[in-house]
């Protein structure tokens, strides 16, 4: 029997050098460094396209007059080059486009258009979730996916157009693949950067695709008509025929598991749900599920093993697996690490087929340089670092520490002298304790990264790790011999079907095990930036350099962790309060920080449902460096306004939630789920009334409604009404106070306040405008508050004239949350001041007399 894919003899023993050394063999890596260089200074400064290019045509005519008088000096052009071109590349990339893009037919709006293009890949189709009782309208089935524009109707017909736009879809396409040349009707828009601080750029995030449109289809007759059948002419599109192929094969093999085995085996995340998938991205072990190069090579090796025993030689061997792993790797779209490790596995073959010695370094460069080639915006992706990163530690840094010393003549016949059973038994502890110690170390290194994308730290992937890549592995390759087989019929597949699923069924509850151990997995706040690239020089320096310096490194990134930890968990001094409005869409989530550090929120939901907590809540609040809140305030029993608390307790500690008398008495199965989500938290309650008072440091609360027993009406009429004090400056909250409980409010006089949250999310009955623009007269909100800035917390498209009808009568400036993003009011004793996230306005608010 023929040992696996071995690697060339140099690379197969013990290492005998500094691993740096290598690396100063390896031609590649200075450029690749270089074109890294050039990336880096496109994205975070902005290089010009002309001057990028410029810079590389200079630089390579320094290197070519230079290459004989001064080698050095022209090497240094040369990677000069490299860089220029590295930003050169990455700006026309993200910033090049056709005059006739699609993106320049966008308006500030979304607008109503007819476009025909050709599908790019193939669409992505969710099923429809699970019920949540936190949601107010239960999501259906979607499809989304790119479209590659080539004509837009206008008012005189059909004129040409050009670049890719993002297509949403209520419903499934089911019968439509990529190639396909298609007919889409809707609503163009242009992608939005970040409403709020640390929310995701969705924005910069299409672009990295070359996607500068959104286009939003509603379920409808003839809103998506395929013009003309073009798969068949694609190579994805006959790949993706496949994937549907093998996708429907395992849901009549594996009916209870087809979801994890087509994430597992065809790289197709969109079948499981989004608490199943976060579930592996919560404890860690994410890569077991999502294609990546371990997939590949588990794959590879196979293969290889099989061939070798079919009596395949080397070589050929080495091409059957290069081509094999290319076309699997094109069918599971291709990823950055499937792309590194296919690239790194074929030089590897090639040094097999060519009888010559491989530089490992050289290889990882190459990949590095193809990955830039392909796409230059990927290197800014998670999925693309870590890998990168994982095997950077694995080839130079675990092997180094876990390959034996030398033995001992003693030593030597110590281990002659033992048993067959001793010795089966000390080589499988002692495998067993290389994969628990690779874990860690792979772990340890990768935390820092994913800490700083996804604010999550997972102890528990230390221990999860190396069962579930056994499982996952197993899985893998009898889900691949189940999907060759199935042709043949259901009985010859029967065996591999049984063992798949047994191997996923045991995946998922080890992870949903792990995912329930206290302490498995830690919500925090990222590190900065600064600290995070200390943190991988010192490990690089760790794993390159050897002797004392390696110990210096090793002592240092002790020195530097312990700070990085020290620093997150001490709150930066401040002598100011500041209260933040976050932009939630129609909802509402108001953070209160006050001088001593304490937390309080305000409402935390949306009609969005609780997935706002993940992508603008937690961010946000993280961003500021926040893990604990000491209270959130429920305004009242409507889902828009509580039903991220859930997601809220999940990633951050809370000490206390306060709430209205009402709030626990409406029969709604969403109040149901958040009463039992605060009792398995065992998170204080508490019931404030009309009058009650409280203070958080120098910040003081009163609660203006509501009383103790009514008034009649809906949830809203008994909102909870809080006004701040900090120093001489007010800021009142409203809820969704209108109808009889705004009656009873404003029938209690106050002094006028700073700053107001619009009731109702701005709505008109709540806010009552009386008069014109030409004539404002006060609404009963406006003449009973007399604020100075007034922010409404609603969705795209509300309306807001009667606001600056209402409140502009008094003197008032009104923003509203999708124009203006968050709005942030510190409140200092010079003075207060008001800024919003999206605009960049600033303002001073002063109060009138």
């Not at 070589?315 to 296919?342: D, E, H, K, Q």
Request: proline share 7%; charged share 20%.
């Amino acid at each position: 029997m023929s040992a696996p894919l071995p690697l060339p003899d140099d690379l197969s023993a013990k290492p005998r050098e500094a691993p740096w050394r290598e690396f100063a063999r390896a031609p590649l890596v200075p450029s690749a460094l270089a074109a890294s260089v050039g990336l880096v200074a496109d994205r975070y400064i902005g290089v010009p396209f002309e001057v990028g290019l410029v810079a590389a045509v200079a630089a390579l005519a320094s290197w070519f007059f230079l290459r004989t008088a001064s080698p050095q000096a022209a090497f240094g052009w040369l990677l000069v080059c490299a860089a220029a071109l590295g930003s050169a590349h990455h700006h026309s990339h993200r910033h090049s486009f056709a005059p006739d893009d699609i993106g320049n037919f966008t308006k500030d709006s979304p607008i109503a258009v007819r476009v025909r293009g050709k599908l790019a890949d193939e669409p992505d189709r969710f099923r429809p979730p699970k019920h949540d009782p936190l949601l107010i309208i239960q999501r259906e089935a979607s499809s989304s996916g790119e479209l590659d524009v080539f004509a837009v109707e206008g008012p005189d017909g059909w004129r040409p157009a050009s670049g890719r736009v993002r297509i949403s879809v209520q419903g499934k396409l089911d019968d439509l693949h990529c190639g396909d040349e298609v007919q889409v009707t809707g609503q163009l828009s242009r992608p939005e950067g970040p409403h709020n601080p640390g929310e995701r750029d969705y924005k910069s995030l299409l672009l990295d695709q070359r996607i500068t449109a959104n286009l939003r289809v509603k379920r409808s007759a003839d809103t998506v008509v395929r013009l003309e059948e073009g798969w068949r002419s694609s190579l994805f599109g006959w790949l993706a025929m496949f994937r549907g192929w093998g996708t429907r094969a395992l849901q009549r093999a594996l009916p209870d598991e087809a979801g994890l085995a087509t994430a597992l085996l065809l790289g197709d995340s969109t079948a499981l749900d989004r608490e199943e998938w976060d579930a592996y991205v919560r404890t860690g072990v994410i890569h077991v599920l999502a294609i990546s190069g371990q997939h590949l090579v588990i794959l590879g090796w196979f293969a290889w093993f099989v061939l070798r025993v079919c009596g395949v030689r080397r070589r050929n061997a080495a091409w059957a697996v290069a081509l094999f792993l290319f076309g699997y790797a094109l069918m599971t779209g291709a990823r950055p690490s499937a792309l590194r490790a296919v690239i790194m596995v074929w030089v590897v073959c090639g040094g097999i087929i060519l009888r010559r010695p491989v530089n490992l370094a050289n290889a990882f460069a190459l990949a590095w340089i193809i990955v830039i080639a392909v796409n230059p915006a990927d290197p800014f992706t998670l999925g693309c670092q870590l890998s990168f990163l994982a095997v950077f530690v694995l080839l130079w840094g675990v092997a180094r520490c876990l390959v034996p010393g030398e033995v001992t003549a003693v030593q030597q016949l110590i281990r002659e002298s033992r048993g067959v059973p001793e010795k089966i038994l000390r080589a499988a502890l002692s495998a067993v304790g290389q994969m628990f110690a690779v874990s860690a170390i792979i772990t340890i290194a990768n935390a820092p990264l994913v800490l700083a994308w996804q604010n999550v730290a997972s102890p528990i992937a230390v221990v999860l790790g190396p069962p579930l890549i056994l499982l996952t592995a197993l899985a893998l390759i009898t889900g691949f011999l189940l999907l060759i087989v199935s042709p043949l019929g259901p009985w010859i597949g029967w065996p591999f079907a049984r063992i798949t699923e047994w191997s996923l069924s045991a995946c998922e509850w080890i992870v949903h095990l792990g995912d329930r151990i206290p302490g498995g997995h830690l919500y925090s706040p990222a590190p900065p930036m600064w600290w995070l690239v200390g943190f991988y020089l010192l490990v690089a320096g760790l794993i390159l350099l050897d002797g004392k310096w390696a110990k210096r490194c090793f002592v240092s990134l002790g020195v530097w962790t312990f700070f990085g930890v020290a620093l997150s968990y001490q709150p930066p001094p401040s002598d100011e309060a500041r209260v933040t409005f976050l932009a939630v869409g129609h909802g509402g989530c108001v953070v209160i920080e006050t001088p001593d550090g304490r937390v309080l929120l305000y409402d935390t939901g949306t009609t969005a449902g609780p997935d706002a907590v993940r992508r603008v809540i937690a961010p946000y609040l993280w961003s500021r460096g926040i893990y604990h809140i000491d209270e959130v305030f429920l305004s009242h029993a409507d889902l828009d306004h509580f039903n991220g608390l859930p997601e809220l307790l999940r990633r951050f500690h809370v000490e206390q939630v306060t709430m209205t008398p009402t709030f626990s008495d409406k029969e709604s199965p969403g109040v149901e789920a958040v009463l039992a989500v605060l009792e398995k938290h065992g998170v204080r309650r508490r019931v404030v009334v009309f009058g009650d008072r409280f203070t958080a440091g120098d910040v003081s609360f009163e609660v203006l409604h509501p009383p103790s027993a009514g008034p009649l009406g809906n949830e809203n009429t008994r909102s909870m009404v809080l006004l701040m004090r900090h120093g001489r400056h007010t800021v009142l909250l409203t809820g969704d106070l209108e109808g009889e409980g705004q009656k009873v409010v404003v029938a209690r006089p106050i002094s006028a306040v700073d700053v107001m949250l619009a009731p109702h999310h701005g709505a008109k009955n709540a806010n009552n405008p009386r008069g014109t623009r030409e004539k404002p007269e006060p609404g009963v909100m406006a003449a009973w508050a007399k604020p100075k800035l007034v922010v409404s917390s609603q969705r795209v498209g509300t309306p807001t004239d009667h606001l600056h009808v209402s409140y502009g009568s008094v003197g008032a400036t009104v923003w509203d949350t999708p124009t203006a993003g968050s709005v942030t009011v510190r409140s200092h004793s010079s003075g207060l001041v008001a800024e919003t996230f999206r605009t960049g306005e600033q303002k001073v608010v002063i109060r009138g007399k």
